[in-house]
């Protein structure tokens, strides 16, 4: 930026003697030679000067820019940022600037003090919107993905693409609408910019109803991108949308894009885009929303496989309950049934009843009452497992093996080892399900007196074994499952395999089964060589199987 190098006549920027304040830096070869937009600010950070480039960037009149306030820092009160990830240069400032007809730009720029005159600063910039934009999709692609694998709410995660979306191209708003359950109507889901309405749909198709074309709904029907110029302006003036005027008009926008969510070819939803007064929308830009339009349909299409799990499990388990209810409470509550039916035809016949025969009777419904309801207080402490999330899975277990005790009269050992605590609490839930879900095959089917659960952790390895003294069963009749009893071993395994780990089922060498769970933990970060290690209290015995 030094004038000498131009030679004489060319001291625009610095000789005020001879460009005078407020005119345009044209002279000399300022102007031919730097392609960038140079100007210059005074010390309330207004602009003095400007070259032809630096006019046009700005895109205002020229006559508007001098004494206007320039988006750049005086040179006085910049600091170099520290080089971030996706920048070249940590000497570049980046600034926003909005021109008279509503865009919104990004300059790159650089500044010095003049040297004649330190209170002026001598600014060179370049328009780096579209570099900047490009930086943001990309960081709002990697950001989404990340999002995807979180176990956030459909809604949340929706909510969350569409600021990313929003955020990465300035726009003015962004709708995510989905299929509801019915898969008849469309809901918003994900939106930003815009508030919620939740009669929004039923107002979109009242303005359908009045002749308005809906081509988001076209979008979705043909499976392929809409955009329309403009779409504002023909949207205000028309009287068809006449319900949804008060709820477009919240934000200000122009253009419109609507592209569609796709699942296996299946239209799942929009992606709906309102773009700022000023933007265009190019080759790019479509590419980047057909980008996180992909990212919310696979959003979707998970919580929806997600959904279909659980109610699989859901029906799965009531069938259990179903099954289980059947071979102990029900026969139980029809026995009783048949003792009331006996002294029922006994009073009928108008004869006494021997008080050793009543004794029995009530005995004998005292017991079978009993056990209906240590059953039924057994099968809800399995399903609510109350314990598991307030004192955890250690005291979860020894509640169960209690009440199967308290139950069954079964004897049962648990021995526990260090480690457990490193359990988050949806891993901690699924053990617990595999140790119950053994305990009940035991009760069932194994006819045995002890039962001894170990539990411990070795080597970044959960191990939990659940070992029977009963009559056993072959491993290959329980890999290939018997009536009854297919779905708790798929079960076993399915909850072990969430984790990347193993269910093995096997006979003992002399009586009873084995059922042993082994699930992998994350290492652990190393601790600081000052922090004092873990002192954990181990058993006598090794529990670890």
Request: hydrophobic share 40%; proline share 5%.
């Amino acid at each position: 930026m030094n004038s000498r190098s131009c030679g004489p006549g060319v001291a625009d920027v610095r000789d005020r003697s001879v460009v005078p304040v407020g005119a345009p830096i044209t002279d000399g070869c300022l102007s031919d030679v730097v392609p960038d937009g140079i100007a210059v600010i005074n010390a309330e950070g207004a602009f003095v000067r400007l070259n032809a480039p630096a006019i046009t960037l700005c895109a205002r009149p020229a006559g508007s820019l001098v004494g206007a306030l320039a988006p750049f820092k005086p040179v006085q009160d910049v600091s170099p940022d520290a080089l971030g990830l996706l920048d070249d240069d940590a000497a570049e400032q980046v600034c926003v600037w909005d021109t008279a007809d509503g865009r919104r730009l990004e300059f790159a720029y650089r500044s010095r003090a003049l040297p004649d005159d330190p209170s002026m600063t001598v600014v060179s910039f370049r328009d780096v919107s579209g570099e900047r934009r490009r930086q943001r999709r990309l960081a709002a692609i990697a950001r989404s993905a990340v999002k995807l694998a979180s176990e956030g709410s459909i809604t949340a995660t929706l909510d969350a693409l569409a600021r990313e979306v929003s955020q990465a191209d300035a726009m003015a708003g962004v709708q995510i609408l989905t299929l509801d359950e019915s898969g008849q109507a469309l809901q918003v889901m994900g939106s930003a910019g815009f508030r919620r309405w939740p009669d929004f749909f039923d107002r979109l198709m009242e303005c359908r109803e009045r002749g308005a074309a809906l081509r988001m709904i076209d979008a979705f029907e043909a499976r392929e991108p809409v955009v329309i110029p403009d779409r504002w302006a023909a949207i205000e003036k028309d009287p068809s949308w006449e319900p949804l005027h008060e709820y477009l008009g919240e934000l200000k926008w122009s253009w419109f894009a609507s592209v569609p969510l796709l699942i296996r070819s299946r239209s799942a939803g929009i992606l709906n885009a309102f773009f700022a007064p000023g933007q265009v929308v190019g080759h790019r830009t479509m590419e980047f929303l057909q980008a996180m339009a992909e990212q919310a349909a696979v959003a979707v299409d998970y919580a929806s496989l997600l959904q279909k799990e659980r109610e699989l499990a859901r029906r799965e388990e009531r069938q259990r309950l179903a099954r289980d209810l059947h071979d102990s409470i029900v026969q139980q509550v029809f026995s009783i049934g048949m003792q009331a039916k006996s002294v029922g035809v006994l009073a009928a016949r108008g004869e006494s009843v021997p008080a050793a025969s009543a004794r029995r009777f009530a005995d004998e419904v005292g017991t079978l009452t009993q056990a209906v309801l240590t059953d039924l207080r057994a099968m809800v402490h399995e399903f609510r497992p109350a314990s598991l999330t307030q004192l955890g899975l250690e005291e979860a277990v020894r509640a169960l093996a209690e009440s199967a005790t308290n139950r069954t009269g079964l004897t049962f050992s648990v021995l526990v080892g260090a480690g457990l605590d490193r359990l988050t609490p949806e891993m901690a839930e699924d053990v617990y399900r595999i140790i119950a879900e053994a305990i009940h095959n035991v009760v069932k089917h194994a006819e045995a007196s002890e039962v001894t659960i170990r539990m411990g952790v070795r080597n970044y390895e959960l191990a939990v074994t659940v070992t029977d003294d009963g009559k056993g069963i072959r491993t290959t009749r329980m890999q290939k499952g018997v009536p009854g009893d297919r779905y708790g071993l798929t079960s076993m395994k399915e909850r072990a395999e969430r984790w990347g780990g193993t269910v093995r089922v096997r006979q003992r060498s002399g009586a009873g089964t084995v059922v042993r769970a082994v699930v992998p933990l994350p290492a652990l970060v190393p601790r600081s060589t000052h922090s004092q290690p873990d002192q954990h209290k181990e058993p006598a015995e090794d529990p670890t199987p």
